[in-house]
């Protein structure tokens, strides 16, 4: 259990981030990295304990503070921040590239056609949908291949590949800007190619995609769904 705040656990691990992040931006090191990628499972229990209070907290803070969104914003960025300090390495990279996420959607919202409480609710629903995405495509890959692959070798794979497109997410803050979010997320794509190429062999590797995106992909439409159903996010925001 986490007590103390190391701070030099915490440079070593932004130190291994900006390893990683450019390692996932060159095309040239794609298969080195994914042959010896930080294998690690993520924490269970913060990861839910982050999604439950999360979900409760913008469910039933805007009902209570209805123009506070700044206070909203606060506790979903300490729960956040609490959560990373439970966590360990890989989750936390996780969650924190999804974030730039829910800054992208949020400032998106501002400055369109939503007020600034319904611009939080959006920018959480895509952060969440978004953390909720990659952890299935890591359970779909671990049901493919139950004999060449473990959660602690599929969770990584699908975050590491993920990193790009959540990150890029803050490029929706701009129509001018939108389009670079989804060529992030291209890019996102075709590194999960090359991940699972690596680690399962090029006959597995285009089947695999396939099957483990759609099937991820529609629970999670599902879920972006009844999600916004419970944050009370209208039809028209999302």
Not at 93 to 114: A, R, W
Not at 165 to 191: C, M, N, P, Q
Request: net charge neutral; hydrophobic share 60%.
């Amino acid at each position: 259990m986490v007590t103390v705040l190391n701070i030099g656990d915490l440079f070593k691990g932004v130190g291994w981030a900006l390893r990683d992040l450019f390692m996932l931006l060159n095309p040239f090191r794609w298969d080195d990295f994914f042959l010896d990628m930080r294998l690690q499972e993520p924490k269970i229990n913060p990861l839910s304990l982050w999604a439950l209070l999360s979900v409760f907290s913008v469910m039933v803070l805007p009902s209570i503070f209805r123009e506070q969104f700044m206070l909203v914003n606060a506790v979903i960025l300490f729960i956040l921040v609490f959560t990373l300090w439970l966590g360990n390495y890989i989750m936390d990279f996780f969650l924190l590239s999804g974030y730039f996420t829910y800054i992208g959607y949020f400032v998106s919202g501002i400055y369109g056609t939503m007020d600034s409480m319904t611009a939080t609710k959006v920018g959480f629903l895509y952060f969440f949908i978004g953390v909720f995405f990659v952890c299935l495509i890591s359970y779909a890959l671990v049901l493919l291949n139950r004999q060449n692959l473990r959660w602690a070798e599929s969770f990584p794979l699908a975050v590491y590949s993920a990193i790009p497109g959540l990150l890029g997410g803050i490029f929706v803050a701009y129509a001018e800007t939108i389009v670079l979010s989804f060529l992030f997320i291209a890019y996102s794509i075709i590194l999960f190619y090359v991940g699972v190429k690596t680690r399962l062999g090029f006959d597995r590797a285009f089947s695999t995609l396939v099957v483990s995106v759609f099937l991820s992909g529609g629970l999670s439409m599902v879920l972006l769904r009844v999600l916004a159903l419970l944050l009370g996010v209208p039809e028209w925001a999302f």
